[in-house]
């Protein structure tokens, strides 16, 4: 009995002389490598379904400006959200066909919104995915947050509703 008690005490102080405080820090990522990872298996099939609005692709392209625009893109890989599956292959078609240069947009692949990223001093982010956009260097606009807010019961009756719909306000009213 001596020799179990003393087992469990001794795995119960190894296991807490864990670091569970590790900060985790978001990956920076080329797209072509971030769809080719594992837990984006699925992004191919999503992005050739999604069919973007036009009209709504050339006033993206319009009010685009490469020298005050930027786009912030946070994922979560193997989320099996519908903002995941469906808003970031979604966001890259509209931003591909709006003609959005890559040096424009950044991805950045997380394991929580908990994990340091990049401009956490500008902005918090709540949930993941989160599509940001910046104007001469400050967050004016989160695809992700007006979507939730403006739109949840749209966009669940309706999977391609027009994401390139919030780019585009963004550009044009921020």
């Known amino acids: 009995m001596k020799k179990y008690i003393l087992l469990l005490f001794t795995v119960t102080l190894l296991i807490s002389c864990e670091d569970t405080s590790t900060q985790h820090t978001a990956q920076l990522m080329q797209l072509e490598n971030l769809i080719r990872t594992p837990g984006y298996s699925w992004f191919d099939i999503e992005y050739k379904a999604y069919e973007p609005n036009q009209q709504i692709l050339d006033e993206i392209k319009n009010n685009f400006d490469p ?9 979560k890989p193997a989320c099996s959200c519908p903002g995941t599956h469906k808003l970031f292959p979604a966001f890259v078609k509209g931003s591909d066909l ?26 918090t982010l709540k949930e993941l995915p989160a599509f940001i956009i910046l104007k001469n260097g400050k967050p004016v606009y989160s695809v992700t947050d007006t979507m ?27």
């Open 67 to 75: 020298q005050i625009h930027k786009f912030l893109v946070f994922l």
């Open 98 to 123: 709006s003609g959005i240069p890559d040096a424009n947009i950044e991805y950045y692949s997380m394991r929580s919104n908990r994990d340091s990223y990049p401009y956490s001093e500008l902005f």
């Open 148 to 174: 939730l807010t403006k739109t949840t019961i749209d966009y669940e009756l309706d999977p391609n509703f027009p994401v390139e719909l919030f780019i585009e306000d963004a550009l044009k009213n921020y």
